[in-house]
C-alpha cells in the first residue's frame, strides 16, 4: 500500500501543539514522503521550547507510524523556520506564554567543543577519504574525534572505515551510540540504509536526517567533531550554518581549473553565511610512478595554492595521488591507521596539524541568520 501526503496531514490533525491541531499551528514543515514509504517533516520550535515539545514530537511521530504503508518517519524539532510554515507565527508551547520574536538561535552539541564542516564545491574530489584521514590524523595528535558522515546521497564513511553491514545501538529513546571506527566516534546514514539503496530526499528530508545525527547521537566529549558534507551548497549546509555553531570549514578541490570553480563557489558560499574558512586543501596533487618514482601531475598542480592566495584563504597543504591511499581506502584500512608514520600518512598529518591551529586561533563563533536577496531573514 502505497502512503500519500494526505493520510499523513489526516493523521497529524489529531495531534495538537498548544490549542491547535499540528497541521493548523504554523510549525509544521513540507511533509516528504518517498517512493519507499519514508515519511519526513519537522516541527518549528525556539531551543527553549525543546524540552515541552519532545511528547508533541513523539506523539507525531507514533500516529505516522500507525499508518498502513510507513516504512520509517523521520520527525525532528527544528529551530529553523520550515519552508512550508505559514506566515502567522507558530503558536506557543503547551502550556506556556506566547514566546517573544526574534531570531532562533542555533544550539550547540553538548560536550563537543568544535564543529568543522569538510565541504567541496562538486564530487570527486575526494572529500570523503579526506574526511576519514583528516579525522584519524587529529586522532593521532591526542585529540579526541568524531566523524559525522552528512553525505546525505552518497555515504562513504562506513566503508572508509570498514564498518560495513554493522548498525548503531540505540541507547535510550532516540539516542544512538555512534560506531569506532580506529579510535574515532562515527556516525552515517548509510548505518542505517540499505548499501545499494536510492537516496532520493528532498530538502526538508534532508534537513530532519542531518539534525538528528547531529543532536540525538550520544557523541559524548570531543574536541572536534567533522562533518564530510555532501557536495555543493543547498541544504545541509545552511542546515549545518544555521542550527550549529561551526568553527570553520575546510574546502577540498583538486587542482584543475573545472575543480576549482566550484571550490569557489563553497568558500562563496560559507562567506556568506559568515563561517570561517579554515583553509583549501589540494587533493590528488601528484602521481609518482611506483616503478621509476618518475612524478606526474595528472590533474595539474598547485592550483588550489594559487586559488587560496587568490581568495585571501589559507592554504592547508597538498595530498598526492597515490596507490596506497586509494588501495587502503577500498579495504576498509585507511593509511593514517595502517601506517601512521609512512609518507602518504604523513600529508594527512600536516594538513591536520595547520588545521588544528587554525581551529584553536580562531574563536568559535554562533552562526548568523540567513539573511536572503529580498531582506527576508531565517
Known sequence: MTIGRDEVLAALSRVRAGSEPLPGSGRLSEIVVDPAGRVSFSIAIEPSEAASFEPVRAAAEAAVRALPGVAAVFASLTADRPAGASARSPSPAPGAAPRAGGPPRPQAIPGVAHVVAVASGKGG???STLSCNLALALRAEGLRVGLLDADIYGPSIPKLFGLGG???RLISGRIIEPLDGFGVRVMSIGFLVEDEAAMIWRGPMIVSALTQMLREVAWGDLDVLLVDMPPGTGDAQLTMAQQTPLAGAIV???PQD?????ARRGVAMFRKVEVPILGI???MAAFACPNCGHVAHIFGHGGAE???TRLGVPFLGEIPLDMAIRETSDSGRPVV???PDGV???AFRDVARRAWARIEGGARRPPPRIVFEDGASA
Open 306 to 308: 594559487r586559488e587560496a
Open 258 to 262: 573545472l575543480a576549482l570553480i566550484d
Open 337 to 339: 591507521a595502517l601506517e
Open 344 to 346: 602518504q600518512a604523513r
Open 281 to 283: 586543501v589540494e587533493n
Open 166 to 168: 554493522r548498525k548503531p
Open 252 to 254: 577540498v578541490s583538486t
Open 125 to 127: 574530489v575526494g572529500k
